[in-house]
């Protein structure tokens, strides 16, 4: 099968994020079975499908969270199944998480400094940032552009859900991403906030491609370029939106009945 | 997980009003209150004798430090070590065991400024060691394995002859002397706990909002997100126990100072927990509160006899009061008596002068 | 057990290689040159057994340690407390009546009432802190050990064997043989046998409830997963306390075979607690099984040692823990 990015591609540009074979079992139950996905660099994709379809364990995957039981990933052309999470995040790929994963006890300021330090030198460092740090500026640069400045010295665990859901694709966007996984980033966000959110989308600059989970098709479909559907653990459906739409075997699936 | 995400939800709550104003300064310098309790430390051989200087506050800025290493690791690191005094007495062995002893055939009689470096560097190495095993599993099995080692080193302090001379320890440790002054002297050593313990404390305090300080407070509250920020975990919490290890290594060198002597006993089981009682009886959210901890402790112990008897108590039920005092602590505050101390300020003060409420520690 | 030996059969054949070694050092008899090298027979035969009944009582504490860390994620650690506190009122019991086994029951109930009101009255008020619960464990170990010290002060108390286990018994074990041609049994006490075989029973008997019976099955639903519990509309509650009260239960039994065995003292109640800890963490958090093996190994290693490399005999406990959370943090039988 002509996979969607080959035909995307005018360019014949290595992948960003390769997936072969990828299996994932939790005991005897396969949470993902034979997925193979190829996005190139830049691509804006969305991943559909029911709960349990296995969306989130393909990001936990990609990012090590949980490693795959057989099956490679490739990212940027290298061999990163066995690395740990981190070893990932510092190549350049990044995740949101569908629950907010924050640091409560630390400040909204800090846990974005903390975002940028990670992926630079002096994770380690014992010397408190000066007045003209350049993580600092850059990590001010991001709260502003998630629209938190005005709560920037509060305690994460003091804001609001949509605040939150902000700071979280903030920690996602710091250093110099190439690639981001956004699980479900919309989920209760009020209709002012999402308009927020896929403008913060859209105005990514070009190079940065992303894999958005979303159940909220008015979203998905307006900040992708791409669809890959899934069902059981398993790929279903791969292609343009407008296919996807009106496929009538996904529309049977999943845009008709049962989905919440 | 869980003990990670209990010291930050319920122990950290109650300090939020209180870190913020300070988060990019030293801690405290505008704070007149602290301002008191630096001159008084100061100038305390002026007002206390001997006994009082060197009996209840040299020992309660070892103590106050040994449980400052302890507060490093639980409260930015979520890690509630129970082996941070066995660090200490390791520390400690090693200075009697590369110095001059009245063992003279155990110790390696080497001038003492090599012999603290030496056990400094085995300290950090031994706690380093530790808190690699421990980081193995997460949360409460911390616990459990920090406390099977501390055991272990008793038990073994207790067996091995060779190096730790068996119960009953290494006696008549010297202590420092140069530019004519001798240093365990009532003052002056004083001044050498004082300075050290003070060092510490800054040092603990700065660290907290350097980059090393905050990624560990992000290891407490979600280790797993700090793994998709870039962060090797492990690495930081083993860093972690080095840096915190250093810090005991130092209180262990003043305690052996001190003692002029080191035996099991000093690192028994009960003494270990005692250091998380002081710990947390203080609060364990700020480097303040193990010194807080460590002066109601000492001073319990110093009088609880006195006192008990005068309530008309057997003088031996010490043990009894601080385990009382100290379940009364983890029923009523999850932050010692620093939290106590300030939800009684925020009644006082009410809700408009909530900002600067609670910040009148030294 | 099969699909062990396929995935590590490096491992499997090691383990397979160190039990017949052991069952040889057990029934052959030692040809000379192994007795010059190692010493007599009889006095392995003996660490051996004593490393065996030792292990049946580090079981009886470590069981119900590991039972409600695993159910209710409680580091009890003022196990040891309860366990010094059983062994006490067995002592009061069969010094004042004179038997063995009433003071067993007594001991048992009495120390399964302390457990279930520690449950109702303290912990059931902290359900999830388990940082908190810990911390309030420590301090009621440290109130639990001074009042123990208070009514019982610093005496060492054993507590007298009944006249029928009395004495040795011969085993059909060959120590040596005589230079007539003569075999030589072990001789070993009865006491010592009985009450492994009863530790053992207690084991079997566990293991059945937990895998045979209704209540068993949520326990063990409840440790594995404890969402479950909540779901299935059982009285979590009860479930909880019943527990805690065995655990609590087991750890007075093993203080009246401790007290039997060995002695009672303070400072005994720091020594088991730490017996249960290592047991707990070589065989694997909230595992039966894992305590049963994790004992007995810690038993074996700890009386070996002793006879063999007496000042390291801490040691070789300890670097079985080191190695045990360096190879397999979760432990030998957990499932995780």
């Not at chain 3, 590590?8 to 090691?14: G, M, Q, V």
């Not at chain 3, 006490?88 to 109930?109: D, E, H, K």
């Amino acid at each position: 099968m002509d996979s969607v990015a080959q035909r995307l591609s005018a360019v014949g540009a290595g992948a960003a994020l390769e997936l072969r074979g990828v299996t994932r079992l939790f005991g005897a139950l396969a949470a993902l079975t034979d997925v193979t996905i190829t996005v190139r660099p830049g691509e804006r994709r969305a991943v559909l499908g029911s709960n349990g379809a296995g969306k989130t364990t393909l990001f936990n995957c990609i990012t090590g969270d949980f490693p795959p039981t057989s099956g490679t990933i490739r990212f940027f052309g290298e061999d990163v199944t066995h690395f740990p999470p981190y070893e990932r995040i510092r190549r350049g790929l990044r995740r949101t998480y569908q629950i907010s994963a924050l640091f409560p006890g630390l400040t909204v300021q800090d846990n974005v400094y903390l975002a940028c330090r990670g992926v630079s030198r002096g994770r380690f460092s014992f010397l408190r940032p000066g007045p003209n740090d350049a993580l600092m500026h850059a990590a001010d640069n991001l709260v502003q552009a998630v629209h938190l400045t005005a709560v920037k010295d509060q305690r994460v665990a003091e804001l609001a859900h949509g605040q939150q859901r902000q700071l979280e694709i903030a920690l996602a966007l710091a250093g110099a991403p190439r690639f981001v996984l956004f699980d479900e980033p919309a989920a209760g966000l009020s209709p002012t906030e999402r308009a927020e959110l896929i403008e913060i989308l859209t105005s990514l600059p070009a190079h940065i491609g992303y894999i958005i989970i979303e159940h909220d098709m008015d979203v998905a479909l307006r900040v992708v370029e791409s669809v890959t559907m899934m069902h059981n653990g398993r790929i279903f459906k791969e292609g343009l939106p407008e296919e996807i739409q009106s496929d009538p075997e996904v529309q049977e699936l999943y845009l008709g009945g049962g989905h919440e | 997980m869980s003990v990670t995400h209990d010291v930050s939800v319920q122990v950290h709550r109650p300090a939020s009003t209180v870190e913020r104003p300070a988060a990019r300064g030293w801690p405290d310098i505008n704070n007149p209150a602290a301002w008191i309790v630096a001159a008084i430390l100061l100038i305390m051989p002026l007002i206390a004798n001997g006994f009082f200087l060197i009996e209840i506050f040299a020992t309660t800025l070892i103590l106050g430090t040994v449980a400052l290493s302890l507060m490093f690791l639980a409260g930015y690191g979520g890690m509630v070590s129970l082996m941070q005094l066995s660090i200490a007495g390791f520390c400690a062995y090693m200075v009697a065991v590369f110095g001059v002893s009245g063992n003279a055939n155990i110790s390696l009689g080497w001038p003492w400024w090599l012999a603290v470096p030496m056990a400094l560097t085995l300290a950090v190495m031994f706690g380093t060691l530790g808190g690699a095993l421990a980081v193995r599993t997460e949360g409460i099995y911390t616990i459990m394995i920090t406390l099977a080692i501390g055991a272990a080193f008793y038990y073994f302090t207790n067996q091995n002859w060779a190096i730790f001379n068996g119960h009953t320890g290494i006696n008549n440790v010297s202590t420092p002397r140069f530019w004519g002054v001798d240093w365990r002297a009532d003052i002056p050593f004083y001044y050498v706990v004082l300075a050290t313990a003070g060092l510490c404390y800054f040092a603990v305090d700065y660290i907290s909002r350097a980059p090393f300080g905050l990624a560990l407070q992000g290891v407490r509250d979600n280790p797993r997100r700090m793994s998709a920020l870039g962060f090797n975990v492990n690495a930081h919490r083993v860093a972690a126990y080095a840096v915190a290890s250093f810090i005991a290594g130092l209180a262990g060198v003043l305690q052996v100072w001190n003692y002029r002597q080191i035996s099991p006993g000093s690192v028994s089981v009960g003494a270990c927990i005692d250091i998380l009682i002081i710990a947390v009886v203080g609060g364990i959210t700020r480097p303040v509160g193990p010194y807080i901890g460590a002066l109601v402790f000492v001073l319990l112990r110093t009088f609880a006899l006195d006192f008990l008897v005068k309530i008309g108590l057997d003088g031996n039920r010490f043990r009894l009061l601080i385990g009382l005092g100290f379940l009364a602590i983890v029923f009523w505050s999850s932050d010692g008596v620093i939290g106590l101390w300030q939800r009684w300020r925020q009644s006082q003060l009410g809700e408009a002068n909530r900002q600067g409420g609670g910040r009148g520690h030294g | 057990m099969t699909r062990f030996i396929e995935r590590h059969p490096a491992w499997a054949l090691i383990v397979i290689i160190a039990v017949a070694v052991a069952l040889w050092l057990i029934f052959a008899v030692w040809p000379p040159g192994l007795e010059e090298a190692v010493g007599r027979k009889r006095v392995f035969l003996n660490a051996v057994f004593n490393g065996i009944t030792l292990g049946g009582l580090y079981f009886l504490v470590a069981s119900g340690f590991t039972l409600i860390f695993g159910l209710m994620r409680n580091v009890n650690l003022a196990h040891g407390s309860l366990y010094l506190f059983g062994g006490y009122v067995g002592y009061a019991i069969s010094a004042s009546t004179g038997s063995w086994v009433l003071s067993f029951i007594v001991a048992f109930v009495l120390t399964a009432l302390v457990g279930v009101l520690l449950q109702v009255l303290v912990f059931r008020r902290m359900e999830g802190q388990d940082l908190r619960q810990t911390m309030v464990t420590i301090g009621l170990s440290i109130v639990f050990a001074d009042l123990m010290l208070w009514a019982c002060g610093g005496d060492f108390y054993q507590i007298q064997t009944p006249n029928w286990l009395i004495g040795p018994i011969e085993l059909p074990l060959l120590t040596a043989v005589k230079s007539s041609g003569e075999p030589v049994y072990l001789r070993y006490p009865l006491v010592r046998l009985v009450i492994f075989l009863a530790s053992v029973a207690i084991g079997i008997a566990m293991w059945l409830a937990l895998n045979r019976t209704r209540i068993g099955m949520i326990i063990r639903a409840g440790v594995d997963d404890r969402d479950i519990l909540a779901a299935t509309g059982v009285r979590i509650q009860v479930v909880f306390v019943l527990v805690f009260a065995l655990g609590a239960g087991l750890a007075g039994i093993a203080g009246v075979v401790g007290g039997t065995f060995q002695s009672l003292s303070p400072g005994e109640d720091i020594r088991f607690l730490l017996a249960s800890l290592v047991v707990v963490i070589v065989g694997g958090m909230g595992s039966i099984p894992g305590a049963a093996l994790g004992a007995l190994i810690i038993g074996l290693a700890e009386q070996l040692g002793s006879v063999y490399i007496p000042t390291y005999a801490i040691v070789v406990t300890f670097l079985i823990m080191v190695l045990v959370l360096a190879l397999r943090p979760q432990g030998l039988l957990a499932r995780r």
